[in-house]
């Protein structure tokens, strides 16, 4: 069974742009979480999808957004980029239950 | 708030020693417990989790983890460290501030960084 996958792996924008990272969840699994990983704020919850609802949310601007399409694969859309939106982002999938099986995540630099 | 504590940033061990690595939490409710294990360049990999019963939790790779109600504790522990055990390692607690919902939403400590040397 394919594991998580994002897309792309790594990517490198510049102050203002915006940018759309991709993730495949595992097949089967309907939940879909986003975190963000930088070395000062570690790990921080950004949103989960469920059959295509957004259902929590963390404590993000509302330039972070996301969504979830009918077959579970996930997007999520910064705009209006910062220096401090660099990080590591990293989707997870579930079936349901606590146990999340993250992709190896997308390598977001702001120049 | 809910929240969760690794007071160490980084342990070091000799290979074929027993590993601790500490975690402490604070929640509402009843706390559902996680450790997660991220090896270098990759993402976090699930290795156990607590939600009720026994309080000393097995999971892969040999690890364990002890569940102390009254310390607040859930140290992640291994009888006999492997050099490649090495990896950053994250406790982690369930959002539980609301009822359905939040099995995608944990609240992780800042990582402790294991280092077993030869």
């Known amino acids: 069974k394919a594991g998580v996958t994002q897309t792309p792996r790594y990517l490198i924008k510049t102050r203002g742009q915006q940018v759309t990272l991709s993730c495949s969840p595992i097949?089967?699994?309907?939940?879909v979480s986003w975190y963000q990983q930088t070395p000062g704020q570690g790990l921080q919850f950004l949103f989960e999808?469920?059959?295509?609802?957004?259902?929590n949310k963390g404590n993000f601007p509302g330039r972070f957004s996301g969504r979830q399409f009918s077959n579970s694969r996930s997007e999520m859309n910064v705009s209006t980029l910062e220096l401090g939106d660099s990080a590591l982002y990293l989707c997870?999938?579930?079936?349901?239950?606590?146990?999340?099986?993250f992709g190896s995540g997308t390598q977001l630099s702001v120049l | 708030a809910q929240s969760v504590a690794q007071p160490e940033d980084q342990v070091n061990v000799a290979e074929g020693n027993p590993l601790t690595v500490k975690c402490t939490y604070s929640?509402?409710?009843?706390?559902?417990l996680f450790w997660y294990v991220q090896y270098p360049n990759r993402g976090l990999q699930f290795l156990l989790k607590?939600?009720?019963?026994?309080?000393l939790v097995k999971g892969s790779y040999g690890f364990e983890a002890e569940f102390n109600k009254s310390q607040t504790s859930f140290h992640l522990k291994k009888p006999s460290a492997l050099v490649s055990d090495s990896a950053l390692y994250f406790c982690?607690?369930?959002?539980?501030?609301?009822?359905?919902?939040?099995?995608?939403?944990?609240?992780f400590g800042q990582g402790t960084t294991l280092q077993v040397k030869p």
């Open positions: 997870a999938s579930s079936l349901g239950d606590e146990k999340l099986f």
């Open positions: 097949s089967g699994h309907r939940s």
């Open positions: 999808y469920f059959s295509e609802t957004q259902r």
């Open positions: 929640v509402s409710g009843n706390p559902y």
């Open positions: 607590y939600i009720t019963g026994d309080n």
């Open positions: 982690a607690v369930r959002d539980n501030s609301r009822w359905s919902g939040n099995t995608g939403k944990l609240i």
